[in-house]
């Protein structure tokens, strides 16, 4: 939506009136309240930023506004916008701070805290509130969940495999979710959150992002890879064909994903590639190229253990110095039917069972990645905590006696780093007065103070592994 007067909750019209006469100034943050995780990956603002506050507003915006306002039955705040439009040329007069995009930070902390700059627009500040929080809650969200997949990953590599474990994580978890999630700018910054911690992606409207507001030329990769539409159009009949012509047609690709479970997954593994086309996926192999063979279907947990052990016997294994069974480098299994954060852990730990190495498998995430997540996964929330009246500092806060975890903060915050972990305090301690804060400059009127690259934003999150 193009008209950022109209990207709100209907109520947010009518608050110009109801904070006390003489307010000049309103200062809020955002945080991550608790929830699944210990600790969020912060994420997402400097897309919104550039989507979002640099087009400025206009008098047309206005007009619009206004019409749907009175026709819904709302005040509008025409004198407001228009001095907006008139002394600000348009752009939101509002200070935003943030935490480094990337860093991971404990729950319970501010991660962000907006003003505004003209005191005329104090209401400005939590009129956004709809706007900037649903930037922030779901790629924050969906980063978090990734990164706490790759720390599961790595946990397992670690444990039972003698490779890279960064190196080969970096491709374990591959994003299938562009066509589970509610609309493509979903798709595009919940993809792009997850390529924060991976390298691989189906989803192409996270590259796209990646590209317009992070300056990243290409954020990830893929592959070759079959779909049933493209295996059973060869019928049942001509299985093995369809197989052969994946091989033969991608036969200078590092990887070539086929779904093998249209008919019969032990049979397609045991017969087709294990004996009739076993010399094919051989030749390919002296060229680097790998197979992976994705069942789609059965128990997401047993099943793939199952082919990994067909493949194993028609391929092959050795074992490493830690005591667990490898697939040679030219096939893998993928498993990407029923993948969620929760289930990679369960999959890795039960292979680990049966004496495998983690490097035998590669997980494809759809919605349990991009869609299976809300507001309250991490409890976000964008509260007040600070207001000018009379020129007068007050601290605002909620402290409700039904639920003491919806207890906001106080007063202008900063965000500290101390023992080695993020703390929040009030900027006007004056027992941390001196200490750094990590809340940086990041808008002011219109004008972006601080852009990162998305791979500065990757380096941070790896230091946090």
């Known amino acids: 939506m193009a008209n950022i007067i109209l990207d709100t909750d209907s109520y947010k019209h009518s608050h110009y009136l109801q904070y006390p006469p003489n307010t000049t100034m309103v200062s809020s943050y955002v945080e991550s309240r608790g929830g699944k995780h210990p600790a969020t990956i912060f994420f ?195 299985e093995e064909a369809a197989y052969s012509n994946m091989l033969e047609r991608f036969a200078d690709s590092d990887i070539i994903s086929i779904v093998a479970d249209s008919y019969d997954i032990h049979n397609a593994v045991e017969t087709i590639f294990g004996e009739k086309l076993k010399a094919k996926i051989l030749e390919n192999a002296k060229h680097g190229t790998r197979l992976t063979v994705r069942p789609d279907s059965g128990d997401p947990v047993e099943t793939p253990i199952e082919i990994i052990k067909l493949l194993m016997e028609k391929f092959g294994a050795t074992t490493n110095s830690k005591g667990y069974r490898v697939l040679p480098d030219h096939v893998r299994v993928l498993q990407g039917d029923g993948i969620t954060p929760d289930t990679i852990g369960i999959i890795l730990g039960r292979i680990k069972e049966e004496g ?29 905590s600070a207001v000018e009246v009379d020129g007068e500092m007050r601290d605002v806060f909620k402290d409700p006696v039904t639920d003491k975890g919806k207890t906001s903060k106080r007063g202008v915050l900063k965000l500290i780093r101390e023992n080695g972990t993020y703390k929040t305090v009030r900027a006007d301690n004056a027992e941390t007065k001196m200490d750094e804060n990590y809340l940086r400059p990041v808008y002011r009127n219109g004008q972006m103070l601080i852009t990162d690259s998305f791979e500065a934003i990757r380096r941070r999150a790896f230091k946090a592994q």
């Open 44 to 238: 997402g603002l400097q897309a919104w930023l550039f989507k979002v506050l640099k087009n400025p507003v206009t008098l047309s915006d206005v007009d619009d506004a206004a019409w749907f306002c009175n026709q819904h039955g709302i005040p509008f705040n025409r004198a407001g916008w228009e001095h907006i439009v008139r002394q600000h040329g348009g752009y939101l007069p509002l200070e935003i701070e943030a935490a480094p995009e990337g860093e991971l930070i404990p729950t319970g902390n501010v991660m962000l805290q907006v003003r505004n700059t003209d005191p005329a627009c104090y209401w400005v500040t939590n009129f956004v509130e709809t706007t900037l929080l649903r930037a922030i809650w779901y790629p924050t969200t969906v980063a978090t969940n990734s990164f706490y997949a790759k720390k599961t990953i790595l946990k397992y590599l670690a444990e039972t495999s003698d490779a890279d474990a960064e190196a080969t994580a970096q491709f374990m978890l591959h994003d299938f979710g562009a066509r589970g999630v509610s609309s493509e700018e979903s798709a595009a910054l919940g993809g792009l959150a997850h390529l924060i911690n991976f390298r691989g992606t189906d989803t192409m409207s996270a590259l796209v992002a990646a590209k317009r507001y992070y300056m990243e030329p290409m954020a990830g990769f893929s592959v070759p890879a079959s779909e049933h539409s493209t295996m059973t159009s060869w019928t049942k009949s001509g």
């Open 356 to 384: 495998l190495s983690a490097e035998n498998i590669v997980f494809g995430m759809g919605a349990g990645l991009l869609q299976q997540c809300n507001r309250d996964t991490q409890k976000f929330a964008m509260k007040c």
